[in-house]
């Protein structure tokens, strides 16, 4: 007798649990999955090892928003990041900070794709090995609020553009 009421409790309970709403986990926006495969392929690194939904799984170096769907942060100073930074970075147009400092073989010159991420408000790329000019498109990375392209090498002048990046602090 114990035992039919104990298999009427627990089928009440499976009933009430099959009529919950079935809410699946949140997915990272393939825009951003796909960037930062495409990073992670440009920069030959062995110290990324990066593999299944970013915004799921411990994914080094990346934060995602709250609604896990979203990469916010990129920070990866000092990894021995070897290569380029390809125009798909612009495609992270939800990333709020991007850190590559310290990566001395991280070379090439900044893709104009940067001035698509309009809500950055940390850049740091300081030490690293960039060449050629600063394009004028960061000008449209009004958000920014920190800005530091140190010991690159860089050549000619600031572009104008930087004048609109008035929330700079330092």
């Known amino acids: 007798m114990a035992s039919r009421g104990f298999c009427w409790v627990a089928l009440i309970s499976l009933a009430c649990f099959a009529t919950l709403p079935f809410q699946p986990a949140a997915v990272t926006d393939q825009n951003d999955v796909n960037a930062l495969n495409a990073l992670s392929q440009a920069w030959q690194s062995t ?12 994914w080094f170096g990346v934060s995602c928003d709250d609604s896990n769907t979203r ?79 140190k010991q690159n090498s860089f050549t000619g002048p600031l572009p104008p553009s930087i004048g609109r990046l008035v929330k700079l602090f330092w």
């Open 71 to 149: 990469v916010v942060e990129l920070i990866l100073p000092n990894q021995n990041l070897k290569g380029n930074l390809p125009g798909v970075v612009g495609n992270l147009t939800e990333l709020t900070i991007l850190d590559l400092s310290y990566n001395g073989n991280l070379n090439g010159e900044l893709p104009l794709e940067i001035g698509n991420l309009a809500k950055l408000e940390e850049l740091s790329l300081q030490y690293c090995n960039f060449s050629g000019s600063i394009p004028s498109e960061i000008g449209n990375v009004q958000a920014l609020t920190f800005l530091s392209l």
């Open 47 to 58: 110290a990324l090892q990066w593999s299944g939904d970013p915004c799921e799984g411990p």
